[in-house]
């Protein structure tokens, strides 16, 4: 069974630095593509973060350019987003997503989605 657990959210004032991480289980954490997307209150989810393990392609969507960075432990299975210089605007339900069995580039699954997804963890940035 696949699983997804996030942790490390919280509230944090603007300006600074939270690393969420994603314990993962049930499956081959390097054959995946993995990834972060958030979803703030009456917006759409958007893909934050996405790693494609088969070409090796990491994209950010162009409001966390800079400060944020995701990373993996393969090792470990866990996926980490470091989040620096916080803005209330990035405010939201960080999600935990991986997907299995396709290969496509980081941009492909933060435009489309993945196939599994974790419960979520929330994140707000107070000013």
């Known amino acids: 069974e696949v699983q997804l657990v996030e942790s490390g959210g919280g509230l944090v004032q603007a300006g600074g630095s939270l690393r969420l991480s994603c314990a993962t289980s049930?499956?081959?954490?390097?054959?995946?593509?993995i990834g972060w997307f958030r979803q703030a209150p009456g917006k759409e989810r958007e893909g934050v973060a996405c790693?494609?393990?088969?070409?090796?392609?990491?994209h950010y969507t162009w409001s966390v350019k800079g400060r944020f960075t995701i990373s993996s432990d393969n090792a470990n299975n866990t996926v980490y987003l470091q989040m620096n210089a916080l803005k209330p605007e990035d405010t939201a339900v960080y999600y935990c997503?991986?997907?299995?069995?396709?290969?496509?580039?980081?941009?492909?699954?933060?435009?489309?989605?993945?196939?599994?997804w974790g419960k979520g963890i929330l994140v707000t940035v107070s000013s």
């Open positions: 790693l494609s393990h088969s070409d090796g392609s990491i």
């Open positions: 049930g499956f081959t954490f390097g054959d995946s593509a």
């Open positions: 997503a991986a997907d299995l069995g396709t290969y496509y580039s980081g941009s492909f699954y933060c435009r489309w989605g993945m196939n599994y």
